[in-house]
């Protein structure tokens, strides 16, 4: 369904046109559609994660798929960048890629402009310092043949839709992408005690005080976690900038752009579906 409000029309009470009305409405459906998503509110591993009951085969478990998603979604990035339907979306896309291959961030801004590259700050190799802590093979971080059926089947999911040669599936998917990676974060602390990536660290850090610290082991380091969260605050308020702008495009499809941000969700929620069966696997 493409929508059809292109017109430049004043309403007579509110002031609005009827782009803008519409847009307004079109923002309220988004809400509904992907804010209320289970893997956004309520994912029932980070929710059991946080807790901090998590053992060492349970943490390695997570290392592994997690390092599979962050390795594989390097190509997905690449696809997004190439595909994107407006320049602002490129950039971001580029921006976002080149920092998971090692370019330093400006975190409140986004901006990779003038920043340094090393190698060590490639985000695979931050996982690969807490794989090795736990005695996991550095080499297998990663690697596609680790990662289960359920991170496989996410990984094509974005592929898909996130990496999609229609730029507006594609903007969909990332829409979707980054209001669950930023849900919460700058809403106060009980908002942002629900954010994944805050659940994550949490969780990390029990695990530390429970398993590492008695021992007298190196706690293992969040970096990889808290970097991420301080960083999506600015991801989140520019998704919106970006969809007013993919919006406002003559052929812009409300149903394909919806239904690829659906997707992206299920997608996602399956990863942490996949976790959390492995993890009561893995329960002693």
Same mark, same amino acid.
């Given at each position: 369904?493409?929508?059809?409000?292109?017109?430049?029309?004043?309403?007579?009470?509110?002031?609005?046109?009827?782009?803008t009305?519409?847009?307004?409405? @079109?923002?309220?459906?988004?809400?509904?559609?992907?804010?209320?998503?289970?893997? &956004?509110?309520?994912?029932?591993?980070?929710?059991?994660?946080k807790?901090?009951?998590?053992?060492?085969? !349970?943490?390695?478990?997570?290392?592994? !798929?997690?390092?599979?998603?962050?390795?594989?979604?390097?190509?997905?990035?690449?696809?997004?960048?190439?595909?994107?339907?407006?320049?602002e979306?490129?950039?971001?896309?580029?921006?976002?890629?080149?920092?998971?291959?090692?370019?330093?961030?400006?975190?409140?801004?986004?901006?990779?402009?003038?920043?340094?590259?090393?190698?060590?700050?490639?985000?695979?190799?931050?996982?690969?310092?807490?794989?090795?802590?736990?005695?996991?093979?550095?080499?297998?971080?990663?690697?596609?043949?680790?990662?289960?059926?359920?991170?496989?089947? @996410?990984?094509?999911?974005?592929?898909?839709?996130?990496?999609?040669?229609?730029?507006?599936?594609?903007?969909?998917?990332s829409?979707?992408?980054?209001?669950w990676?930023?849900?919460?974060?700058?809403?106060?602390?009980?908002?942002?005690?629900?954010?994944?990536?805050?659940?994550?660290?949490?969780?990390?850090?029990?695990?530390?005080k429970r398993?590492?610290?008695?021992?007298?082991?190196?706690?293992?380091?969040?970096?990889?976690? !808290?970097?991420?969260?301080?960083?999506?605050?600015?991801?989140?308020?520019?998704?919106?900038?970006?969809?007013?702008?993919?919006?406002?495009?003559?052929?812009?499809?409300e149903?394909?752009?919806?239904?690829?941000?659906? &997707?992206?969700?299920?997608?996602?929620?399956? @990863?942490?579906?996949?976790?959390?069966?492995?993890?009561?696997?893995?329960?002693?």
């Amino acid at each position: 369904m493409v929508h059809a409000a292109t017109t430049k029309d004043n309403d007579s009470k509110s002031g609005m046109t009827t782009q803008t009305k519409s847009f307004e409405t @079109f923002k309220r459906v988004i809400e509904k559609e992907f804010f209320q998503h289970p893997v &956004i509110v309520n994912n029932p591993y980070t929710k059991w994660f946080k807790q901090g009951m998590a053992n060492t085969e !349970q943490v390695k478990d997570l290392i592994l !798929q997690f390092s599979v998603f962050s390795n594989h979604f390097i190509v997905v990035q690449c696809k997004r960048m190439v595909n994107a339907t407006t320049l602002e979306g490129e950039e971001t896309a580029r921006a976002i890629l080149l920092n998971e291959c090692g370019v330093g961030m400006n975190v409140k801004t986004g901006s990779i402009e003038e920043q340094r590259f090393t190698t060590t700050n490639a985000h695979i190799n931050w996982l690969r310092k807490i794989a090795t802590m736990l005695d996991i093979d550095p080499k297998m971080i990663g690697r596609w043949e680790i990662g289960t059926k359920a991170t496989h089947e @996410f990984l094509e999911g974005l592929d898909h839709t996130y990496g999609s040669h229609d730029g507006q599936i594609g903007a969909g998917a990332s829409f979707a992408i980054e209001t669950w990676a930023a849900y919460g974060i700058g809403h106060g602390e009980k908002e942002e005690s629900n954010n994944f990536w805050k659940e994550l660290i949490v969780g990390l850090e029990e695990y530390n005080k429970r398993q590492r610290l008695p021992k007298n082991l190196p706690s293992l380091p969040v970096g990889f976690f !808290q970097y991420h969260f301080e960083t999506e605050a600015g991801h989140g308020a520019n998704v919106w900038q970006e969809l007013e702008q993919t919006y406002s495009q003559p052929d812009f499809d409300e149903k394909k752009y919806l239904e690829a941000g659906k &997707i992206a969700l299920k997608s996602i929620y399956t @990863f942490w579906l996949g976790l959390d069966e492995t993890r009561k696997k893995l329960n002693n």
